[in-house]
Every structure is written in structure tokens, then in C-alpha cells.
T-cell receptor, first 117, second 111 residues
Framework: AQTVTQSQPEMSVQEAETVTLSCTYD???????LFWYKQPPSRQMILVIR??????QNATENRFSVNFQKAAKSFSLKISDSQLGDTAMYFC??????????????FGKGTHLIIQP | SQTIHQWPATLVQPVGSPLSLECTVE??????LYWYRQAAGRGLQLLFY??????ISSEVPQNLSASRPQDRQFILSSKKLLLSDSGFYLC??????????FGPGTRLLVL
């Protein structure tokens, strides 16, 4: 079974700073997907960024980028020029494409990110 | 893009009462559908997934069941709720491999 670990329960930074959230995972699979989801106070889960394990290039979405280290099984999220609206719980998630629908997400316990004005 | 609807948004039920939560999906066909539960202050746990009408797989033994009577409808049920069933329930839909989109969720409080 896969496990996802987020070692930072809470982080707080000033607006406009850069912040990095860490995530490690454990798997014996070679092909898989990794995700960062954002959950604001509304509790809607919003996909932030996704990375395919077979791609060496780190995924980037505007101010959000990842540092994917496959050998180290590390998948950190960097948020540049942080904004007040970035305040939320951030979940790292793993998915092994299993076909037949056996591709549910395995989530970490989350990091509560607070952006201070 | 697909839109996922869930209702009710909030539900307060007594222990031992039945439960029915509904999830419907717009903007896609033949999606994989998922039910997750999020306990207070924790990540999400996969409960059920479905690859088609009438096809349900359970990830964890529990007091809940799921059904998929139509292609884009997914229902979470219980005959008798337990206190431990309280939580936040999220429905998700996946079409593109490796990407799941979530509905707004249902807050369930069992008293």
C-alpha cells in the first residue's frame, strides 16, 4: 500500500513571500501520479497541480511549481508571491493508475498554510 | 469541463437513522466516480469507487454502501447511522487518467 506523509501540520508566511510545502511518499510502483490539492475554508477540494512520475520536468502552474525527486520519493510544492487567498489546507496525494477504476487517491494529512497580511 | 453537484450540503441525523447522499456529474460521460470521507482535521479516505452503472467497489469495511443507478449519479447510503459516520463526504469524478475533480461536499453530523 502507498503512504503519503506531510510533515508540516501548519505553516505561516507573510504575503508576497515564497513558501515550500513538503511531501514524501512510499511506493514500489514506477508509474504513478502525484497531486497537490487546496482546500480553502469552504472545504471545496481544488486541484492545484499534477505531476506524472514518468516526466522528469517539474510541473508548473502560474505561481505554483513542484520539485519532484523520484529517487527520493519527494514531491514539494512551492508557492511564489504568496497571496492572502492562498490560505488553505494543502493536501499531497498519490495515485497509481490501476485500470478498472482502482485508482483512488491516497492523501497525506495536510498542511495548514496561513498567509499573513 | 465537468461540474459535480452534491446534496444536501449539510445534514444532521440521529444515531440509527438512514442516510442517502447524492452526487451527480455534468459535462462528461462514463466517468469513474468516487466517495471520500474526511474526518475532522484529517486527510481524505477513499470509501467507494465505481467504473460504471451498477459497478461498485469498496475500499474499507464500514456501515455505508454505495450505488450507481445512472451513469452520472452516485449515491452513498446507510440503513442505520453510527456516531462514527460523522464527517465531510466528498464525491469525485475522474475521466482523464490521473485527475479527479471534487464536488462541494456534504457535512454530516450524527447525534
Amino acid at each position: 500500500a502507498q503512504t503519503v506523509t506531510q510533515s508540516q501540520p501548519e505553516m505561516s508566511v507573510q504575503e508576497a513571500e515564497t513558501v515550500t510545502l513538503s511531501c514524501t511518499y512510499d511506493t514500489s510502483e514506477n508509474n504513478y501520479y502525484l497531486f497537490w490539492y487546496k482546500q480553502p475554508p469552504s472545504r471545496q477540494m481544488i486541484l492545484v497541480i499534477r505531476q506524472e512520475a514518468y516526466k522528469q520536468q517539474n510541473a508548473t502552474e502560474n505561481r505554483f511549481s513542484v520539485n519532484f525527486q523520484k529517487a527520493a520519493k519527494s514531491f514539494s510544492l512551492k508557492i511564489s508571491d504568496s497571496q492572502l487567498g492562498d490560505t488553505a489546507m494543502y493536501f499531497c496525494a498519490f495515485m497509481k493508475p490501476g485500470g478498472g477504476g482502482a485508482d483512488g487517491l491516497t492523501f497525506g494529512k495536510g498542511t495548514h498554510l496561513i498567509i499573513q497580511p | 469541463s465537468q461540474t459535480i453537484h452534491q446534496w444536501p450540503a449539510t445534514l444532521v441525523q440521529p444515531v440509527g437513522s438512514p442516510l442517502s447522499l447524492e452526487c451527480t456529474v455534468e459535462g462528461t460521460s462514463n466517468p469513474n466516480l468516487y466517495w471520500y470521507r474526511q474526518a475532522a482535521g484529517r486527510g481524505l479516505q477513499l470509501l467507494f469507487y465505481s467504473v460504471g452503472i451498477g459497478q461498485i467497489s469498496s475500499e474499507v469495511p464500514q456501515n455505508l454502501s454505495a450505488s450507481r443507478p445512472q451513469d452520472r449519479q452516485f449515491i452513498l447510503s446507510s440503513k442505520k447511522l453510527l456516531l462514527s459516520d460523522s464527517g465531510f463526504y466528498l464525491c469525485a469524478s475522474g475521466r482523464v487518467p490521473g485527475t479527479q475533480y471534487f464536488g462541494p461536499g456534504t457535512r454530516l453530523l450524527v447525534l
